[in-house]
């Protein structure tokens, strides 16, 4: 049975569990996200810093071919990267994002981060990264973020986008955005698990109609293999005690318990496995209930604990300051 999706702001439904892209390597994209629609995904979360979109729509096109789906059976998801947010830059490398996957518009299209770097063409580089030469040196732009959202609201008229919204945003920024938005935002992706809850940021989003889409929903376990040594000195959300308890009252896998937390709250999970049991049970989150007591305590393990920091990894772009 698939999983209930959301309604949008904007009329328009998502599914509240998709398959995220994000370090899915390029030699087993294609097959991934094939195998992924077979067990029943429809949503999958991509972006242009992911370097794997041109594989995401190999995988896309093979299970259409075979019959699998039709393309508006899916919900395709990218991302705006930094490098792009000069006005002129948004439609054009849009485009190049839609060419890459093999389709003529997504379902979402995001606002990666809220930062403007220094143009890179991607004839030099692509995916560019957060640097400018490609190895220290960080440049931003003078680009607003009003700026990059009017470009991105242009998508939406031009149907290259069915919705646009916000990822890493922070309550102040959203704020901000909602006075000059023309096309409002339809969802904010942030990093959401029980060591970084964010309650009043996903209270403000909910209040405002915007979707909470939660990325790295297993919280360190995600950076474990980019040796970040913040994510290697975190206690593993697996093994919390906590986790295992409520794991076995429901003869759940610590993950599903996991991703239910952010589900029964009202928020749309995007994880990732290429184990055919692992992708089955995560799909499978919506199927069961946790108490309210549950909630409260899987909740009560938060200690505002950030990963995606560009601070931690750049030691510069202290967004979340």
């Not at 938005?181 to 996903?202: D, F, K, M, N």
Request: charged share 25%; glycine share 8%.
């Amino acid at each position: 049975m698939a999983p209930p999706s959301f309604k949008l702001n904007n009329g328009h439904s998502m599914p509240g569990v998709g398959f995220g892209l994000w370090k899915v390597t390029n030699d087993t994209c294609a097959d991934q996200v094939y195998n992924a629609i077979k067990t029943g995904y429809r949503l999958f979360d991509g972006a242009c810093d992911y370097g794997n979109e041109t594989e995401c729509g190999e995988g896309v096109a093979r299970a259409i071919k075979d019959g699998l789906v039709k393309r508006e059976d899916l919900f395709l998801v990218s991302k705006l990267w930094n490098s792009f947010h000069d006005g002129e830059r948004v439609k054009p490398i849009c485009q190049k994002q839609l060419n890459d996957w093999g389709i003529s518009y997504f379902d979402l299209y995001i606002m990666h981060f809220p930062i403007a770097l220094e143009y890179v063409d991607p004839s030099v580089r692509y995916p560019p990264g957060f640097t400018y030469d490609g190895k220290s040196e960080i440049r931003t732009s003078k680009a607003t973020i009003q700026e990059t959202w009017k470009a991105m609201e242009s998508l939406v008229d031009a149907g290259m986008a069915k919705s646009i919204g916000i990822s890493n945003f922070q309550g102040s920024l959203i704020m901000d955005l909602l006075r000059y938005a023309r096309v409002r935002p339809a969802a904010l992706q942030i990093e959401h698990h029980p060591y970084l809850v964010q309650p009043g940021l996903t209270e403000l989003a909910k209040r405002e109609g915007i979707a909470v889409t939660a990325y790295s929903s297993f919280g360190p376990l995600s950076y474990h293999e980019l040796d970040m040594k913040k994510a290697k000195d975190t206690p593993l959300l697996f093994e919390n005690p906590t986790i295992k308890k409520i794991s076995s009252a429901h003869g759940k896998t610590q993950a599903q318990i996991l991703l239910r937390w952010a589900t029964q709250r009202g928020i749309a999970v995007i994880p990732k496995s290429n184990n055919p049991d692992r992708l089955k049970q995560n799909l499978e989150v919506t199927n069961f209930d946790l108490s309210q007591s549950e909630i409260d305590e899987i909740s009560g393990l938060d200690r505002n604990l950030r990963f995606n920091d560009p601070m931690d990894y750049l030691n510069d772009l202290p967004i979340f300051a």
